[in-house]
C-alpha cells in the first residue's frame, strides 16, 4: 500500500510528462481498437452487402461474375434470361418471393437497374435491413425513377426532377434516351451498399425506351410509340433475378434443379458463400489492416518505455534518497514497475472512452460518408484482448526502466549532477 502511495505521489509531481505518456498510450489504444473495428465492420458491411436473398439467378458464368454484376454493378452478364424461364422458375413450390432484374443502361457515371417492388420490399442489406425512402414515393407511374442516396447527392437531384437514361456505359447524344425521360419519384436512405450508387426505374419503362433500338442503335423511336406499346409491353428476357424460399433447408435443392435447368444455361448461386469468396480474394486488405494494428501497438509501447526512460535519468536522485532511508533496491524496482502498470491501464481506458465519445458524436458523419457505423459500445472479446495485451505489454516493458533503477547505486544517485 505504501509502495502505491508513494508511486502515485511520485506521478502526480511529475505531472505533465505523465500526462503525455498516458496520452500516448491513449491514442495507441483508440487507433488499435479503431483499426480493428474497421476491419470487421468492413467486413460484416461486405458480407452483408446483400441479405435476406436465398439464391442470387443468373445466365451460365462463374459465381463471382455473377455476383459482381447483379450486387455490386461491375461488370457486364455474359448472356440474358428468358422472361419465361424467370416465370417458370418463379412459380416453383418451394419459392415464396422472386424478383426481376435487368442492367445495361446507366445515367451519368451511375449505373441503372430496371425491377419492379419487390425490390423494395424483399431486398435486405446488412442485419436484415430493409430498403427505406429519405423523401418522395417508389415506382408512381411508369417512368418514375427511385435513386440510391450517393446518385441523388452526387447530381444533386431532388423530387420531381427530370432524368434521362443512356443506352449502355456511354453518355452521350448517340445513346440518350432523351425522347423518354424520368423523372425523379423516390430518393432511398444511404445504406452503405451498391444500392446507393444506383438509379432503379421499372421493367415496363426499360422495355419502352428500347423500343425501335436495334444493336444499341435508336432506329424509329419515338415517345408516341412507346406509350402506345406500354399495355402491351413484357419483358422477353432480364439480366438476373433475385430468390427468396419458403423453407431455408430447400435451397439446395432448388439451386441444383435450376442448375440442371433444361430449357436454358443457368447458374443459382448462394450470395453468402460467393460473398465470402470473393472476400478471400481481397484478403490482403484485412492482413494489412492487421498489420497496421500490430504496428500502432508496438509504437504505444515503445513510446512509454521511451518516456518512462526519459524521465528515469532526471530521477536519479530521488532513487538515492530512497535508498538512503532505507528502501532496498527490490522497493525501487517495484515502484518503477508499479508506475509502468499504472501508466499502461491508464492509457489504455483513456483510450477506449477517447474513441467511444469521438464515435458518438460522429457516428453519423461516419454512417452518412462511409455507410459504415462502428459500435460504440463495450469493447468484443478480441478488443478486450487487445486491449489487454498493449496493457500487459506496457507493464512489461517497465521491466527495462525498473532494472535500470534497481542498479542505481547509491553513491552514484548521490554525485548525479554534481
Request: net charge neutral; aromatic share 6%; with cysteine.
Amino acid at each position: 500500500m505504501m509502495l502505491a502511495v508513494l508511486a502515485l505521489r511520485s506521478l502526480w509531481s511529475r505531472s505533465v510528462s505523465v500526462l503525455l505518456t498516458v496520452l500516448g498510450i491513449a491514442v495507441s489504444s483508440a487507433l488499435i481498437v479503431a483499426v480493428d473495428r474497421v476491419r470487421s465492420e468492413t467486413r460484416t458491411n461486405f458480407t452483408q452487402t446483400i441479405a435476406g436473398t436465398d439464391l442470387v439467378v443468373g445466365a451460365r458464368t462463374s459465381p463471382v461474375q455473377l455476383l459482381l454484376y447483379t450486387v455490386f454493378r461491375i461488370g457486364d452478364p455474359t448472356n440474358t434470361i428468358r422472361w419465361v424461364s424467370f416465370e417458370k422458375i418463379s412459380s416453383h413450390p418451394k419459392v415464396a418471393w422472386a424478383v426481376p432484374i435487368s442492367l445495361g443502361d446507366s445515367h451519368r457515371g451511375f449505373r441503372v437497374l430496371a425491377t419492379n417492388d419487390g425490390y423494395f420490399e424483399h431486398l435486405r442489406y446488412g442485419d436484415e435491413q430493409k430498403l427505406l425512402l429519405e423523401e418522395g414515393e417508389l415506382f408512381g407511374d411508369v417512368f418514375a425513377a427511385v435513386l440510391g442516396a450517393e446518385v441523388a447527392a452526387t447530381l444533386g437531384y431532388q423530387i420531381g426532377d427530370p432524368i434521362v437514361v443512356a443506352h449502355g456505359a456511354r453518355d452521350d447524344g448517340l445513346s440518350r434516351h432523351d425522347d423518354h425521360p424520368f423523372r425523379v419519384s423516390g430518393i432511398l436512405k444511404p445504406t452503405g451498399t451498391p444500392v446507393d450508387r444506383t438509379a432503379h426505374i421499372t421493367l415496363t419503362a426499360m422495355e419502352a425506351i428500347h423500343v425501335g433500338w436495334e444493336g444499341g442503335v435508336r432506329t424509329q423511336a419515338s415517345m408516341a410509340h412507346a406509350q402506345q406499346a406500354l399495355p402491351d409491353l413484357k419483358p422477353k428476357t432480364i439480366t438476373a433475378f433475385l430468390l427468396g424460399l419458403d423453407r431455408k433447408m430447400d435451397v439446395f435443392l432448388l439451386q441444383r434443379a435450376i442448375n440442371t435447368f433444361r430449357d436454358e444455361p443457368l447458374l443459382a448461386i448462394l450470395p453468402g458463400v460467393a460473398l465470402q469468396s470473393l472476400w478471400d480474394l481481397f484478403g490482403t486488405a484485412e492482413t494489412a489492416l492487421v498489420i497496421v494494428t500490430a504496428m500502432t501497438m508496438v509504437t504505444g509501447v515503445i513510446g512509454m518505455v521511451v518516456g518512462v526512460l526519459a524521465t528515469l535519468n532526471e530521477r536519479r536522485r530521488e532513487m538515492a534518497v530512497l535508498r538512503a532511508v532505507g528502501a532496498r533496491p527490490l522497493d525501487i524496482f517495484g515502484l518503477l514497475l508499479f508506475e509502468s502498470c499504472f501508466l499502461a491501464a491508464v492509457g489504455v481506458v483513456v483510450g477506449f472512452l477517447m474513441l467511444t465519445l469521438v464515435l458518438n458524436l460522429l457516428g453519423a458523419v461516419f454512417a452518412q460518408e462511409f455507410g459504415m457505423l462502428p459500435s460504440a459500445g463495450f469493447p468484443s472479446s478480441r478488443e478486450a484482448v487487445l486491449l489487454g495485451v498493449l496493457a500487459l505489454s506496457g507493464s512489461i516493458a517497465g521491466l527495462l526502466p525498473a532494472l535500470r533503477a534497481y542498479r542505481l547505486s547509491v553513491h552514484d544517485g548521490l554525485h548525479a549532477g554534481g
